[in-house]
Every structure is written in C-alpha cells, then in structure tokens.
C-alpha cells in the first residue's frame, strides 16, 4: 500500500478548493434560501432594464447558477466530483459574466474574478495533488 503523505502541494490543493467551494457554496445558498429564485429572477430583470431577455431564458438560467453554485460549492468543499464541478462553475461563471455584461458593459468584477482565477489554478494543477479530498479517498479504497 502507498504511503499517505500530506505536502504542501496538497494543503494549496485542499485550500484554495476549500475556499472556492466556501465562496460558491454561500452565494448558492444565499440565493436558494434567502432570496429564492424567483427574487434571483426578478433581480435580472430589473437590472436588465430595457433590455428584454425571455422569462424563461431568465427563470432557468437563474435554476442553474443558484443550485449550481450550491450544490458543486458543496462539492468543492468535501472535494467529490471535483473536476465536474469546477466545469459546472466554470459555465456558471460564463453565464453570470453574459448577464452582468448585459446589464453594465464596463461592469465591476471584484465578485466574479476572484472565483475566475480560483477555478483556472484548480483546473491547471496535477489531480493527484488533491489528497485532501473525498475523491482521493473514493479512488484508493476502489
């Protein structure tokens, strides 16, 4: 059996998972159970103004980044489905940067470049860095 070692190639793996999932995981919740989709939804369309986006494009695009930012930033923090979930948030963010751009052309990105650069450096570094995780252990005792 291999050895287990912790390196710090794994505590950077583990932390900045971590903290994007946290960061997710927190925007998701904060829209599923506080604002609910539908405050999500009519957020947009207020900021939206007079641009006009289809309901529905508005309604399921709101479904989809709300539990999509809750459920992968749970995911992120436990470490299951890693990958899968930094994809899903990677297209959560393309959604989000469309929708903002939409509203404010030169609009502010201090919400959305930190979780940006976060998913890039995850997705760049080695899997097997990621020891600290529910994937990892899933992995050895298959």
Do not use: H
């Amino acid at each position: 059996m291999e050895a287990f070692t912790i390196n710090n190639e794994a505590v950077l793996t583990f932390v900045l998972r971590v903290i994007l999932g946290i960061l997710f995981f927190f925007q998701g919740y904060d829209k599923v159970f506080k604002l609910k989709i539908g405050g999500v939804r009519d957020f947009f369309r207020q900021e939206l103004g007079t641009i006009k986006v289809p309901d529905f494009v508005l309604t399921s695009t709101s479904w989809f980044t709300s539990y999509a930012e809750l459920i992968c930033g749970a995911m992120l923090i436990i470490g299951l489905f890693k990958q899968y979930a930094l994809y899903i948030l990677g297209i959560d963010l393309i959604l989000v940067a469309g929708a903002f751009s939409l509203i404010k052309p030169m609009w502010d990105m201090q919400l959305l470049f930190p979780r940006l650069i976060l998913l890039g450096v995850l997705l760049y570094l080695p899997a097997e860095w990621d020891v600290l995780s529910a994937d990892y252990i899933i992995q050895k005792i298959m």
